[in-house]
């Protein structure tokens, strides 16, 4: 998958992840899959324009508790319409900056709305598009990346 | 006694030949390759019903840049008794006139083989003209033509005996370089080569090192200069021109082991020299390693990295950056970067050419993977460039042999 696609996405998660939660993520290892999963809460979010593609968002239970804390203030479950709706825009925050980048480096997107997706090991088939999955370590839990962007010829 | 010469430009030197044995000079026009032929042969050509053999005084003479002039004017030379060559040289200047004792003999030495054929130096207009003597070029000293000879060729298997094989794996074991079924036959054939041209026995050839420190036996994923592996650029620009030839619509070339893009970028040079061309070209630079791919993405270029690349052209791929030199944007725009592992399903498709110079010894635990990915990745007669050494014949037989300029190619049919 083409990095100049993949690099404004893993530069935006790490920086929103720092401004929100005052703490670098550490990078783990990046691989192709075939299948994605969503083990607790994800966000899905869809791209469009000179090429086009989506990207999910997974957080841990205890990440995301500590993330919609943070952002609100207060505590907020993952059922709840506030908590989702946390997570929602954390997404849309981390995209939006992406593809603000990509502008600058010339390539046009246009976002689709996030959906928020709750439950226990959600099983997602890319259905034979390449994902590319970029684990992240924190101090409050697990987030991973997956993205997967095709150039549109 | 007053002699004339026609010069010529061989990258940023002027060099002279003699007058005498020239019959003309005419436009490089419907040249015919010739398979197989070593890859200093140009091809031939019909010359109002002569057949001419077309030489590149460059390559035979092995100066010191990598072939980037397209626009190339070939000289005829007539030695009599029906000996006539083509020479192919970058530029035609003009013809003086100069006395014997004009000239000064050589004064530096020069590691390349043209000095050889140097009688000497003369000025004019303050730039130095090598004369280059070139009867002893094209015949031996008895007298006979020595052309005919560039078309044999030698591609007979060699057989060493256990002693020697087992001192050559130990000389590569020290330099940590996979002595094993991949590589087997094509470093001793390649050894065996080297002793042939040297006149020396194969024992002679490997007590020196020097042999097993080419770009060949490298591991290394870094360059420190663009074109660092020039028989392989000579063979991927052979490639490139019959793809040239046949007006395809898009070409795509694939290169992997070496993530900050040193290979790929003189690839997109070659390409970017065929200025005639309509093709999309799209090359793709992929790796494993996100951060090294990463921190090869516009790079920027000290001077000492365009040393291949004949001053006069340099300003025509690249531009000045605050820390060096970059790649003009028409061209680097034609290379993506791409994050790439051998996985069992996805790989680029639609791809003409992979270069993968040592990729599948370094990863040799997954060479069945690899192999399905680049078979996967290919179009029909699609062409896998390995290193010099890997021969995947025993791994993989979806893949056709082929010999392309004296180097091992594997097809896809």
Same mark, same amino acid.
């Given at each position: 998958?083409?990095?100049?696609?993949?690099?404004?996405?893993?530069?935006?998660?790490?920086?929103?992840?720092?401004?929100?939660?005052?703490?670098?993520?550490?990078?783990?290892?990046m691989?192709?899959?075939?299948?994605?999963?969503i083990?607790?809460?994800?966000?899905?979010?869809?791209?469009?324009?000179?090429?086009?593609?989506?990207?999910?968002?997974?957080?841990?239970?205890?990440?995301?508790?500590?993330?919609?804390?943070?952002?609100?203030?207060?505590?907020?479950?993952?059922?709840?319409?506030?908590?989702?709706a946390?997570?929602g825009?954390?997404?849309?925050?981390?995209?939006?900056?992406?593809?603000?980048k990509?502008y600058?480096?010339?390539?046009?997107?246009?976002?689709?709305p996030?959906?928020?997706?709750v439950?226990?090991?959600v099983k997602?088939s890319?259905?034979?598009?390449?994902?590319?999955?970029?684990?992240?370590?924190?101090?409050?839990?697990?987030?991973?990346?997956?993205?997967?962007?095709?150039?549109?010829? | 006694?007053?002699?004339?010469?026609?010069?010529?430009?061989?990258?940023?030197?002027?060099?002279?030949?003699?007058?005498?044995?020239?019959?003309?000079?005419?436009?490089?026009?419907?040249?015919?390759?010739?398979?197989?032929?070593?890859?200093?042969?140009?091809?031939?050509?019909?010359?109002?019903?002569?057949?001419?053999?077309?030489?590149?005084i460059?390559?035979?003479?092995?100066?010191?840049?990598?072939?980037?002039y397209?626009?190339?004017?070939?000289?005829?030379?007539?030695?009599g008794?029906?000996? =006539?060559?083509?020479?192919?040289?970058?530029?035609?200047?003009?013809?003086?006139?100069?006395?014997?004792?004009?000239?000064?003999?050589?004064?530096?030495?020069?590691?390349? =083989?043209?000095a050889?054929?140097?009688?000497?130096?003369?000025?004019?207009?303050?730039?130095?003209?090598?004369?280059?003597?070139?009867?002893?070029?094209?015949?031996?000293?008895?007298?006979?033509? $020595?052309? =005919?000879?560039?078309?044999?060729?030698?591609?007979t298997?060699?057989?060493?005996?256990?002693? $020697?094989?087992?001192?050559?794996?130990?000389?590569?074991?020290?330099?940590?370089?996979?002595?094993?079924?991949?590589?087997? %036959?094509?470093? /001793?054939?390649?050894i065996?080569?080297?002793?042939?041209?040297?006149?020396?026995?194969? %024992?002679?050839? /490997?007590?020196?090192?020097?042999?097993?420190?080419?770009?060949?036996?490298?591991? +290394?994923?870094?360059r420190?200069?663009?074109?660092?592996?020039?028989?392989?650029?000579?063979?991927?620009?052979?490639?490139?021109?019959?793809?040239?030839?046949?007006?395809?619509?898009?070409?795509?070339?694939?290169?992997?082991?070496?993530?900050?893009?040193?290979?790929?970028?003189?690839?997109?040079?070659?390409?970017?020299?065929?200025?005639?061309? +309509?093709?999309?070209?799209?090359?793709?630079?992929?790796?494993?390693?996100?951060?090294?791919?990463?921190?090869?993405?516009?790079?920027?270029?000290? %001077?000492?990295?365009?040393?291949?690349i004949?001053?006069?052209?340099?300003?025509?791929?690249f531009?000045?950056?605050?820390?060096?030199f970059?790649?003009?944007?028409?061209?680097?725009k034609?290379?993506?970067?791409?994050?790439?592992?051998?996985?069992?399903?996805?790989?680029?498709?639609?791809?003409?050419?992979?270069?993968?110079?040592?990729?599948?010894?370094?990863?040799?635990?997954?060479?069945?993977?690899?192999?399905?990915?680049?078979?996967?990745?290919?179009?029909?007669?699609?062409?896998?460039?390995?290193?010099?050494f890997?021969n995947?014949?025993?791994?993989?037989?979806?893949?056709?042999?082929?010999? /392309?300029?004296?180097? $091992?190619?594997?097809?896809?049919?």
């Amino acid at each position: 998958m083409r990095i100049d696609f993949i690099d404004p996405f893993l530069d935006a998660t790490e920086e929103i992840i720092r401004e929100i939660l005052n703490i670098g993520p550490k990078r783990g290892e990046m691989e192709l899959k075939e299948q994605e999963s969503i083990p607790d809460i994800g966000v899905f979010l869809g791209l469009t324009g000179q090429a086009s593609g989506r990207m999910l968002i997974n957080f841990d239970r205890e990440l995301a508790s500590k993330i919609i804390e943070v952002m609100n203030g207060e505590q907020h479950t993952l059922d709840s319409e506030m908590g989702q709706a946390t997570i929602g825009e954390l997404g849309n925050m981390i995209t939006g900056r992406a593809i603000t980048k990509l502008y600058e480096r010339g390539f046009h997107f246009n976002l689709t709305p996030p959906s928020v997706i709750v439950g226990n090991n959600v099983k997602i088939s890319t259905l034979g598009i390449e994902t590319l999955s970029v684990p992240y370590e924190l101090e409050y839990g697990k987030l991973e990346i997956n993205i997967s962007i095709k150039e549109n010829v | 006694m007053t002699r004339q010469i026609l010069t010529i430009l061989l990258d940023n030197d002027i060099f002279g030949i003699d007058v005498r044995v020239i019959q003309e000079v005419i436009k490089a026009f419907d040249v015919r390759r010739i398979p197989d032929a070593p890859n200093f042969i140009e091809g031939i050509i019909n010359l109002r019903g002569e057949i001419i053999p077309l030489i590149k005084i460059k390559r035979l003479l092995e100066t010191d840049f990598f072939d980037l002039y397209k626009n190339k004017k070939v000289i005829i030379l007539n030695f009599g008794e029906g000996n =006539k060559i083509g020479l192919v040289v970058d530029k035609v200047l003009r013809i003086i006139s100069y006395e014997n004792t004009e000239i000064k003999p050589l004064e530096t030495i020069s590691v390349s =083989k043209i000095a050889e054929y140097i009688i000497g130096t003369i000025e004019r207009d303050k730039q130095k003209i090598s004369i280059i003597d070139i009867m002893p070029i094209f015949y031996s000293s008895n007298g006979s033509f $020595l052309y =005919k000879r560039f078309f044999t060729k030698n591609n007979t298997d060699v057989f060493i005996s256990k002693n $020697l094989f087992y001192k050559i794996k130990e000389k590569l074991e020290k330099i940590n370089f996979p002595f094993n079924n991949l590589t087997k %036959e094509g470093v /001793i054939k390649y050894i065996s080569k080297i002793a042939n041209i040297k006149g020396k026995s194969i %024992e002679e050839i /490997i007590k020196d090192d020097n042999i097993f420190s080419t770009s060949h036996f490298s591991f +290394n994923e870094e360059r420190t200069c663009f074109f660092e592996n020039k028989p392989d650029m000579y063979l991927i620009d052979e490639i490139i021109e019959s793809l040239v030839y046949e007006k395809k619509k898009s070409i795509n070339l694939w290169v992997l082991g070496n993530p900050t893009g040193e290979d790929a970028r003189s690839i997109a040079i070659i390409f970017y020299v065929y200025k005639s061309i +309509n093709s999309k070209i799209r090359i793709i630079n992929s790796y494993n390693d996100y951060d090294k791919l990463k921190s090869g993405l516009n790079k920027e270029y000290k %001077e000492s990295y365009l040393k291949n690349i004949p001053s006069s052209l340099i300003e025509e791929f690249f531009e000045n950056s605050t820390n060096g030199f970059v790649l003009k944007k028409e061209i680097e725009k034609t290379i993506c970067f791409d994050f790439f592992c051998p996985n069992p399903k996805f790989s680029p498709s639609n791809i003409d050419i992979i270069y993968a110079p040592n990729f599948i010894l370094k990863n040799f635990d997954k060479i069945s993977l690899l192999m399905n990915n680049f078979y996967k990745a290919l179009n029909k007669n699609g062409k896998l460039i390995t290193g010099l050494f890997e021969n995947i014949e025993n791994f993989e037989n979806r893949f056709k042999k082929y010999y /392309i300029k004296n180097r $091992l190619v594997f097809i896809k049919e």
